[in-house]
Nanobody, 124 residues
């Protein structure tokens, strides 16, 4: 089992920044591929970013490329999502997810482990 706890959400004005953190426990963090997803009210959960454990490569949803950066600190068992130039359309609950495969994935159903989510609200 993997336990994931997100933090760092909040309310920010458009153009501002936030850094989300996700602390993992229960398995060897360095062997977990970590993803960030988000879900706005009335919408499906969507992929935001992923960083795999095998080669450390990253991938992003098109709308966040150049604004968001995913990174990991294996010594702290933590994955981060640095969000810059935030827009009102980024408003959502953000979820951290984990999978043991070394391959990156953007489909939520491929992640068996999830955190409880942290709310990000961007005001215009």
């Amino acid at each position: 089992q993997v336990q994931l706890v997100e933090s760092g959400g909040g309310t920010v004005q458009a153009g501002g920044s936030l850094r989300l953190s996700c602390a993992a426990s229960g398995r060897t963090f360095s062997r977990l591929t970590m993803g960030w997803f988000r879900q706005a009210p009335g919408k499906e959960r969507e992929f935001v970013a992923v960083i795999n454990w095998s080669v450390g490569s990253t991938d992003y949803e098109d709308s966040v490329k150049g604004r968001f950066t995913i990174s990991r600190d294996n010594a702290k068992n933590t994955v981060y999502l640095q969000m810059n130039s935030l827009k009102p359309e980024d408003t959502a609950a953000y979820y951290c997810a984990a999978r043991t495969s070394g391959a990156s994935a953007s489909l939520a159903l491929l992640y068996p482990y999830w955190g409880q989510g942290t709310q990000v609200t961007v005001s215009s």
